[in-house]
């Protein structure tokens, strides 16, 4: 694993390309949250991880060893990914850029404690991190603000759909649309003009509404 800014020269059709992948774990505990580590450089929170070397054969073993040197936890690391973000264009906005045009790929990976009996604790290489954090789903995402980059939120929400919100049966998620809708007409009885707010509340509840559809028992 490659914790610098190294880049990895990718030919495509005849031509030269920069690409970065990187693979990233994400690791919960019911009674703690989801392990984030924010950056020295620029103070961003992100999950454990980092770029792959061109030396690594396969990005799961890579992944482990690099939790395990990052915040010295030893991890399993699944084999089907949580998220993935596909950047062709790079990262643009951060502290630390890439090449103009560098193709930027990152794979999160759900992992867990290889050794849960122990629930050790994160020990952070100060040079890399400045703190570490356990932080609940969805609450602790809004509490970080613009400090948490937005492919990270949508990472940490799919998790949050698929593996929190998942699991409720159908009675339970037509209950939460029924509070969502319920609060939604009441904002809209007292609002003048806040078009713009309640469409969004709106595609909220409707997406509510497909993961039950999505979701619903058999």
């Known amino acids: 694993m490659n914790t610098n800014d190294g880049e990895s020269t990718v030919v495509v059709d005849h031509g ?19 392990l984030l580590v924010q950056r020295e450089d620029n103070g961003i929170w992100e999950l454990p ?3 792959l070397a061109p030396t690594d054969a396969y990005a799961r073993t890579a992944l482990a060893e690099e939790y395990r040197e990052e915040v ?23 502290v630390k850029t890439y090449s103009p045009g560098t193709h930027y790929i990152c794979i999160v990976y759900l992992v867990y404690d290889a050794y849960p009996d122990l629930k050790l604790s994160p020990v ?3 040079s890399l991190h400045r703190e570490s954090r356990w932080i609940s789903l969805p609450e602790g ?24 919100i998942g699991p409720l049966t159908i009675a339970e998620r037509c209950d939460c649309i029924r509070v969502a809708l319920g609060q939604l007409l ?11 707010k309640i469409v969004a509340r709106i595609m909220g509840v ?13």
């Not at 030269?16 to 989801?34: K, S, T």
């Open 49 to 51: 991880g980092g770029k």
């Open 206 to 218: 409707i997406d509510l509404a497909n993961e039950v559809l999505v979701h619903r028992e058999v």
């Open 72 to 94: 010295r936890i030893p991890v399993i690391v699944t084999g089907v990914p949580v998220y993935v973000w596909d950047k062709p264009a790079g990262l643009p906005g951060r």
């Open 16 to 34: 030269v390309r920069r690409m970065v992948v990187a693979a990233r774990g994400l690791l919960f505990r019911p009674d703690e949250g989801v």
């Open 141 to 164: 995402v809004a509490e970080l603000g613009e400090f948490i980059p937005d492919e990270t939120r949508r990472a940490l929400d799919r998790y949050y759909q698929d593996r929190v």
């Open 124 to 126: 952070l290489d100060p």
């Open 186 to 196: 009441e904002e809209y009885s007292r609002a003048e003009d806040a078009s713009d």
